[in-house]
T-cell receptor, first 116, second 115 residues
Framework: GAGVSQTPSNKVTEKGKYVELRCDPI?????LYWYRQSLGQGPEFLIY????????DSGLPNDRFFAVRPEGSVSTLKIQRTERGDSAVYLC??????????????FGEGSRLTVL | AQKVTQAQTEISVVEKEDVTLDCVYE???????LFWYKQPPSGELVFLIR??????QNEISGRYSWNFQKSTSSFNFTITASQVVDSAVYFC????????????FGKGTSLLVTP
């Protein structure tokens, strides 16, 4: 499809395990964003890529969280030593340009992570 | 620091009623952007509107309208003649000029429209 694609849609893991979540943005979109949405809350910004580099990673909660975008397209969010508090829906979004002064932000359907 | 408050957690209306979703924001920036997103049960956030801080004109799009008032730091959203398909969680969000789409979201208002 033409939208933002995220895999897996659901992931159940045990506390302490390593998890990778993948995002395939809309073709040609230079900016890519990761958000986290806990139950009953609004999305919370994690990290933003402009091309291959992380332009702003101020939202990552701690050093267990890491994200890459090696070729400026697909991005992977990596979570080490998962904790129960990491359980949330992880949303990916992309936009044609970096800022809200032009263009629209398109979201994927999210990856629901459950840490037992 | 930026903050968005959506005081209404849940709203329930009967079809064809008008409903207004409130959004109050806080920011020290002179240039900023306000957004509304819709999140249906499928989970995907759907963009509804973007408004920059220099444009206080109200906007109407079909049954949707938005009232931006800088004097009260509010950006309220009204749905006229609501329909069952409008049932969703609606989020108001704020961004400054430098943060791109690192949006600050409110907690959302869950709207239920019953037949």
């Amino acid at each position: 499809g033409a939208g933002v694609s995220q895999t897996p849609s659901n992931k159940v893991t045990e506390k302490g395990k390593y998890v990778e979540l993948r995002c395939d943005p809309i073709s040609g979109h230079t900016a890519l964003y990761w958000y986290r949405q806990s139950l009953g809350q609004g999305p919370e910004f994690l990290i933003y890529f402009q091309g291959t580099g992380a332009a702003d990673d101020s939202g990552l909660p701690n050093d267990r969280f890491f994200a890459v975008r090696p070729e400026g397209s697909v991005s992977t969010l990596k979570i080490q030593r998962t904790e129960r508090g990491d359980s949330a829906v992880y949303l990916c979004a992309s936009s044609l340009t970096a800022g809200p002064n032009t263009g629209e932000l398109f979201f994927g359907e999210g990856s629901r992570l459950t840490v037992l | 620091a930026q903050k968005v408050t959506q005081a209404q957690t849940e709203i329930s209306v009967v079809e064809k009623e008008d409903v207004t979703l409130d959004c109050v924001y806080e920011t020290r920036d002179t240039t900023y952007y306000l957004f509304w997103y819709k999140q249906p049960p499928s989970g995907e956030l759907v963009f509804l509107i973007r408004r920059n801080s220099f444009d206080e004109q109200n906007e109407i799009s079909g049954r949707y309208s938005w009232n931006f008032q800088k004097s009260t730091s509010s950006f309220n959203f009204t749905i006229t003649a609501s329909q069952v398909v409008d049932s969703a969680v609606y989020f108001c969000a704020l961004s400054d000029d430098l943060s791109g789409y690192a949006l600050n979201f409110g907690k959302g208002t869950s709207l239920l429209v019953t037949p």
